[in-house]
Nanobody, 121 residues
Framework: QVRVAESGGGLVQPGGSLRLSCSVSGISFSRFAMSWHRQVQGEERALVAEINGAGDSPTYADSVKGRFTISKEWAQTTAYLQMDNLRSEDTAVYYC??????????????WGQGTQVTVST
């Protein structure tokens, strides 16, 4: 069974940094895309950054370009989101997604439970 687990959230002051980690288990290969999304209560979940299965060609939402960096090591099932120069508007629950991954039932996306990031004085 594929499981996705995020870690690294917390409280940080504006201008500070956090590094989120996303670990995927229960899978025998590593070449799959991974992405980070965030959701503010009452709003839809939004894509923050994504990276392909080879660990290159990252893409970012305009609101985080130049401040956030997504990474994934070749042949690894862990992805990271380095968040620098954090702003209050970055406050949200951050979710990691692994996939799409081929499963007997078809292409599947696997989500973690989310980790809270709060940017505040």
């Amino acid at each position: 069974q594929v499981r996705v687990a995020e870690s690294g959230g917390g409280l940080v002051q504006p201008g500070g940094s956090l590094r989120l980690s996303c670990s995927v288990s229960g899978i025998s290969f590593s070449r799959f895309a991974m992405s980070w999304h965030r959701q503010v209560q009452g709003e839809e979940r939004a894509l923050v950054a994504e990276i392909n299965g080879a660990g290159d060609s990252p893409t970012y939402a305009d609101s985080v370009k130049g401040r956030f960096t997504i990474s994934k090591e070749w042949a690894q099932t862990t992805a990271y989101l380095q968040m620098d120069n954090l702003r209050s508007e970055d406050t949200a629950v951050y979710y990691c997604k692994a996939g799409p991954i081929w499963a007997p039932s078809g292409w599947q996306d696997y989500w973690g439970q989310g980790t809270q990031v709060t940017v505040s004085t």
